[in-house]
């Protein structure tokens, strides 16, 4: 996310915000937008305002989770992320919203939205992925990672009850999401695999009405999971916070390997995959692994994924770190492309002409961004309109 960089609609209060900062329990007061999207979805007014959770969790929001097996002694052991989690009766997973319930295990986020934003596409970042719509962007807590520079800690890192939510089941949230003129739905902010059932049918509501959906995440998950995300969303992003186990254990709280085998099944299953590489100074920031995360994706992935090498903001635990260099993020883009990726960005420095996609044939200027604003789009049915190459994305 660019620091400073934008203004977006608060998608329940229906009024500009400033998303300089995270927006955890705020964005939770007295909604408008999603009120009149109520009366389209058939959903109760009344059950709206009940926003004062505090301490108990709405009983609309707990269902019986996926993704898990049954121990003896009324344990269950997680199947959704590598960590596999074996928790007992009365216990809670890592991420702290699945909880054991006398054997049974139970998602505690089902449509339990703690943000919501109506945002540009460009800013999940997806750049080849109808550029210069909106998506109507939901977020749950809750997060199987525990990132030191987590942008959006306040919503990711507490449990559930902790945080003002409002209860936006999948019908609704697409209704606002058609009554707002978006394209997509956008599960994101904080992690969206650990409140899969959420996700699951929130992209089938979709599909049903005509709109697609999509995920930004860091791809901590098992491949089972993980396969039936890719068949119902149209589109995916994951991190690849760094190319090193070293760093993902000290620095992430999580593993490489599982992250690679998610971008992998996306690669395959997906119906579009970009991938996001946050460039943090000092920690994952040498040439050597811009050059070894740029072969692995180039031999594993092919040419033509998108990435983004994005400018790190301190935040959360590692506030004692600058904003990356610009000129760092231009030399991770200068290696990628020398090692023949094609579609390179650099990301969160508004402006910047790394923004920009162009034709890798005849180097036409294609997609001119500025931030999160299409300036000029030269693309006919997906094609160049200079030299007609085919150019990979979702473009209709």
Same mark, same amino acid.
């Given at each position: 996310?660019?620091?400073?960089?934008?203004?977006?609609?608060?998608?329940?209060?229906?009024?500009?915000?400033?998303?300089?900062?995270?927006?955890?329990?705020?964005?939770?007061?007295?909604?408008?937008?999603?009120?009149?999207?109520?009366?389209?979805?058939?959903?109760?007014?009344?059950?709206?305002?009940?926003?004062?959770?505090?301490?108990?969790?709405?009983?609309?929001?707990?269902?019986?989770?996926?993704?898990?097996?049954?121990?003896?002694?009324?344990?269950?052991?997680?199947?959704?992320?590598?960590?596999?989690?074996?928790?007992?009766?009365?216990?809670?997973?890592?991420?702290?919203?699945?909880?054991?319930?006398?054997?049974?295990?139970?998602?505690?986020?089902?449509?339990?939205?703690?943000?919501?934003?109506?945002?540009?596409?460009?800013?999940?970042?997806?750049?080849?992925?109808?550029?210069?719509?909106?998506?109507?962007?939901?977020?749950?807590?809750?997060?199987?990672?525990?990132?030191?520079?987590?942008?959006?800690?306040?919503?990711?890192?507490?449990?559930?009850?902790?945080? *003002?939510?409002?209860?936006?089941?999948?019908?609704?949230?697409?209704?606002?999401?058609?009554?707002?003129?978006?394209?997509?739905?956008?599960?994101?902010?904080?992690?969206?695999?650990?409140?899969?059932?959420?996700?699951?049918?929130?992209?089938?509501?979709?599909?049903?009405?005509?709109?697609?959906?999509?995920?930004?995440?860091?791809?901590?998950?098992?491949?089972?999971?993980?396969?039936?995300?890719?068949?119902?969303?149209?589109?995916?992003?994951?991190?690849?916070?760094?190319?090193?186990?070293?760093?993902?254990?000290?620095?992430?709280?999580?593993?490489?390997?599982?992250?690679?085998?998610?971008?992998?099944?996306?690669?395959?299953?997906?119906?579009?995959?970009?991938?996001?590489?946050?460039?943090?100074?000092?920690?994952? *920031?040498?040439?050597?692994?811009?050059?070894?995360?740029?072969?692995?994706?180039?031999?594993?992935?092919?040419?033509?994924?998108?990435?983004?090498?994005?400018?790190?903001?301190?935040?959360?635990?590692?506030?004692?770190?600058?904003?990356?260099?610009?000129?760092?993020?231009?030399?991770?883009?200068?290696?990628?492309?020398?090692?023949?990726?094609?579609?390179?960005?650099?990301?969160?420095?508004?402006?910047?002409?790394?923004?920009?996609?162009?034709?890798?044939?005849?180097?036409?200027?294609?997609?001119?961004?500025?931030?999160?604003?299409?300036?000029?789009?030269?693309?006919?049915?997906?094609?160049?309109?200079?030299?007609?190459?085919?150019?990979?994305?979702?473009?209709?």
């Amino acid at each position: 996310m660019a620091e400073g960089a934008d203004k977006t609609y608060d998608a329940l209060a229906g009024e500009p915000i400033s998303l300089d900062e995270p927006r955890p329990a705020a964005c939770a007061v007295e909604r408008r937008e999603f009120l009149k999207a109520a009366a389209l979805a058939g959903v109760s007014v009344a059950a709206l305002r009940s926003l004062a959770w505090a301490d108990a969790i709405d009983s609309r929001c707990i269902q019986e989770a996926k993704f898990y097996e049954k121990l003896p002694g009324r344990a269950v052991r997680c199947k959704l992320c590598p960590r596999e989690c074996v928790v007992g009766d009365g216990g809670r997973g890592f991420c702290r919203v699945r909880e054991n319930r006398g054997g049974s295990y139970f998602t505690l986020v089902h449509s339990r939205v703690v943000a919501a934003h109506i945002d540009p596409i460009e800013k999940k970042p997806f750049f080849h992925f109808l550029p210069g719509t909106m998506a109507m962007s939901v977020s749950t807590g809750g997060c199987n990672l525990n990132c030191k520079f987590c942008q959006n800690w306040e919503i990711s890192q507490p449990r559930p009850e902790e945080l *003002d939510a409002q209860y936006v089941p999948p019908a609704m949230l697409v209704a606002a999401a058609r009554r707002e003129h978006c394209a997509s739905v956008a599960l994101t902010y904080s992690e969206p695999i650990v409140c899969a059932e959420y996700l699951l049918d929130a992209a089938e509501a979709a599909a049903r009405e005509g709109v697609r959906s999509v995920m930004v995440s860091g791809g901590f998950a098992q491949q089972a999971p993980l396969r039936e995300f890719c068949r119902r969303l149209s589109a995916i992003k994951i991190d690849l916070k760094s190319f090193s186990e070293k760093y993902y254990r000290e620095v992430v709280r999580g593993e490489l390997k599982p992250v690679l085998e998610a971008i992998l099944t996306a690669r395959k299953e997906a119906r579009w995959l970009e991938i996001v590489y946050l460039v943090v100074p000092t920690l994952n *920031d040498s040439e050597a692994e811009f050059l070894a995360a740029a072969r692995w994706m180039k031999t594993e992935l092919g040419n033509d994924v998108p990435v983004h090498f994005t400018r790190f903001y301190p935040k959360y635990l590692l506030k004692n770190l600058p904003p990356t260099p610009v000129p760092t993020l231009e030399r991770a883009k200068a290696v990628a492309e020398a090692e023949g990726l094609q579609y390179v960005y650099i990301g969160n420095v508004p402006g910047h002409p790394g923004e920009n996609t162009y034709c890798p044939k005849c180097r036409k200027l294609l997609i001119e961004r500025a931030g999160f604003t299409i300036a000029q789009a030269h693309l006919k049915k997906g094609k160049c309109e200079g030299c007609g190459q085919a150019i990979p994305g979702v473009w209709t």
